[in-house]
């Protein structure tokens, strides 16, 4: 008689850790019982069955001692092919309530067995990899999911998980040779996250001052997304910083034009080229585009501060309250109250005081970014979301207290 315990992946929870603590003495004593039929002595298993570490791992678990019980029946539970299923099931739920030390023990425990079938020892180092990443251990588990590729088993899930350590390592380089064989990357096109890979390539080139390698950098990311937005605001960066600002603001205004939600991220780069250029004026037909075009309400503060230079504060003013009827915003109406309180007096004055101290305090600690993917909200933008690891996932919040 076999016994086989199998968990899958997607039913977790209580109930099922519950069921597998209760299952595992009756795995123990089926597996011990095959045994024994294997052995040509199926009435001797029964004995074994009720020795004495058998009744203690039983006391211990009614006793709710549930670790020191798991301890007994793991030792007792011989490895065999009726049993390699419960063993992986086992070290997997270690897995999942964090206690990576007991699934590596387990799992190694599995690697080394010899009669095992080669597709039994590949299940086992793929979960023996994934505890070593649970424990931190990238370097053993980088070093399994390697042997499991070159052995082309396992691919669809080792080369996720061997591009999510190189990424959390930086090592971008070897994530490019990894994403390079998937066709998705987290339900991303591998080839827009290789870009993402050759950026951060180039940042840190620019970072050591190698300007040219940067460049070559850019270049590749282009080859794999021509499209990519940060290809052109990194460009824009080095231009700007070596001087070039006809260039930056070309760079610049690409970006726009890939990806218009990054308008705050650029904008005051770009002010300051047509400064440096004294192009100002320039600047306002530029403005008076994108204020129709983004939905958010920096463009529209830009474009009021020209306003107030130029033809006074009031107007200013008049231009903040003609905007915000048709894109409410806290930060437009703190704006707002800036220009009014120019012209007050006295209660009015006092009002418009008291309405600034409460915008202030609306706006104080608001995340201004928010992933499309996860959820996860930020002060500032990051290329790689912190929460789901998804690239280029960050936008602005758009609504009346953000963006």
């Not at 998980?161 to 070897?174: F, N, P, R, S």
Request: hydrophobic share 40%; glycine share 8%.
């Amino acid at each position: 008689m076999a016994f086989s315990l199998c968990v899958p992946a997607r039913a977790g929870g209580a109930l099922m850790e519950g069921l597998l603590w209760l299952l595992l003495p009756v795995a123990v004593a089926f597996g011990w019982f095959a045994a024994g039929q294997r052995k040509g002595k199926p009435g001797r298993c029964a004995d074994s069955m009720l020795g004495s570490e058998y009744i203690n791992g039983l006391n211990y678990l009614l006793n709710e001692q549930q670790d020191k019980a798991i301890d007994v029946f793991i030792r007792m539970l011989e490895v065999n092919n009726d049993t390699v299923e419960t063993h992986l099931a086992l070290g997997n739920l270690f897995r999942k309530r964090g206690e990576a030390d007991r699934a590596i023990r387990i799992h190694q425990n599995l690697v080394a067995r010899t009669n095992l079938s080669n597709e039994q020892r590949y299940d086992a180092l793929l979960e023996l990899g994934q505890d070593y990443m649970k424990a931190g251990l990238f370097d053993r588990a980088e070093g399994l999911f390697s042997e499991l590729i070159e052995a082309n088993v396992h691919e669809s899930s080792a080369l996720p998980l061997l591009l999510d350590i190189y990424q959390q390592e930086k090592d971008w380089e070897h994530a490019i040779v990894i994403a390079a064989q998937m066709g998705f990357v987290g339900g991303q096109p591998a080839r827009a996250v290789i870009a993402q890979f050759y950026c951060e390539l180039a940042g840190n080139a620019r970072a050591r001052g190698n300007i040219d390698e940067a460049l070559q950098l850019l270049d590749k990311a282009g080859e794999y997304n021509p499209h990519c937005a940060r290809v052109s605001m990194i460009r824009g960066n080095i231009a700007q910083q070596q001087g070039d600002y006809s260039t930056a603001l070309s760079s610049y205004e690409q970006v726009v034009v890939r990806d218009i939600e990054l308008l705050p991220e650029i904008l005051d780069d770009i002010r300051d080229c047509h400064a440096a250029l004294h192009s100002q004026q320039a600047l306002i037909p530029f403005l008076q585009k994108v204020v129709n075009q983004y939905p958010g309400i920096t463009p529209v503060l830009a474009l009021a501060e020209i306003i107030s230079r130029e033809q006074g504060e009031r107007e200013a003013a008049e231009f903040i309250a003609r905007e915000l009827a048709r894109r409410p915003s806290v930060r437009g109406l703190s704006r707002f109250i800036d220009f009014s309180l120019t012209g007050s007096e006295g209660a009015a004055h006092d009002n418009l005081l008291i309405l600034k101290k409460i915008t202030d305090q609306l706006l104080e600690n608001k995340p201004f970014y928010k992933c499309s993917n996860c959820g996860f909200n930020g002060k500032s933008l990051h290329w790689q979301c912190p929460g789901c690891k998804h690239w280029n996932s960050i936008r602005p919040i758009h609504g009346v207290d953000a963006e």
